[in-house]
């Protein structure tokens, strides 16, 4: 069982950027696809980025494509969400999630994971 912990959100103004972090323990890290979702209020949550388990293969949600970059430190046990340019639609708790899944396509739906982390709020100001 992976133990998922995420870092670096805050509040940021329209057009900046914030790097989030999710720090795992327990398990294999190099075993699991990692995700990022995000959920607004009032809405359900949604897919970000997911990456495969030794970062070959990533994911993207239109959304934020071009925008944001997933990557991961399996030597660090570590999942990065680089969000650039960021807007107001933004604005949510982001996620960390994994999962032992291979097919990246599947990787897009929350159902698919196993485990979460306790999310951090990004602010995204006009």
């Known amino acids: 069982q992976v133990h998922l912990v995420e870092s670096g959100g805050g509040l940021v103004q329209d057009g900046g950027s914030l790097r989030l972090s999710c720090a795992a323990s327990?398990?294999?890290?190099?075993?699991?696809?990692l995700g990022w979702f995000r959920q607004a209020p009032g809405k359900e949550r949604e897919f970000v980025a997911a990456?495969?388990?030794?970062?070959?293969?990533?994911r993207y949600a239109d959304s934020v494509k071009g925008r944001f970059t997933i990557s991961r430190d399996n030597a660090k046990n570590s999942l990065y969400l680089q969000m650039d340019s960021l807007k107001t639609e933004d604005t949510a708790v982001y996620y960390c999630?994994?999962?032992?899944?291979?097919?990246?396509?599947?990787?897009?739906?929350?159902?698919?994971?196993?485990?979460w982390g306790q999310g951090t709020q990004v602010t995204v100001s006009s």
């Open positions: 999630a994994a999962d032992e899944a291979l097919n990246m396509v599947l990787l897009m739906t929350s159902s698919e994971y196993k485990y």
């Open positions: 327990g398990g294999t890290f190099n075993q699991y696809a």
């Open positions: 990456i495969s388990r030794i970062g070959a293969y990533t």
